[in-house]
């Protein structure tokens, strides 16, 4: 599922509420200045609560700001190796420290 909607959101097999939440936050990142209350709207229309959408919102918001950091100033990816050490911890722990 996740390669359909990396391949095509308006197309893949999902509940309008996730595709109408995906293209909200596509527009966010892609084209924030054409956001507006229309897509507000549209997203409610499709069923996102304003909670889901807040949530939503703030862990986008998030990953946009780390990616854009991490672009300015190269950050250095680990090898796909650390990714696999980490994630039993990931899974088991989450993100507390």
Request: aromatic share 6%.
């Amino acid at each position: 599922m996740v390669g359909q909607i990396l391949n095509d959101v308006d197309t893949a097999e999902i509940t309008p509420r996730l595709r109408g939440m995906l293209r909200f936050l596509r527009k966010m990142t892609v084209s924030p200045d054409a956001l507006g209350a229309s897509d507000g709207k549209a997203l409610r229309a499709a069923g996102v609560s304003h909670e889901a959408a807040a949530d939503a919102v703030k862990v986008s918001l998030a990953f946009n700001i780390i990616d854009r950091l991490a672009d300015s100033f190269d950050f250095e990816m680990p090898p796909p190796e650390a990714f696999a050490r980490a994630a039993p911890m990931m899974i088991k722990d989450g993100y507390r420290l």
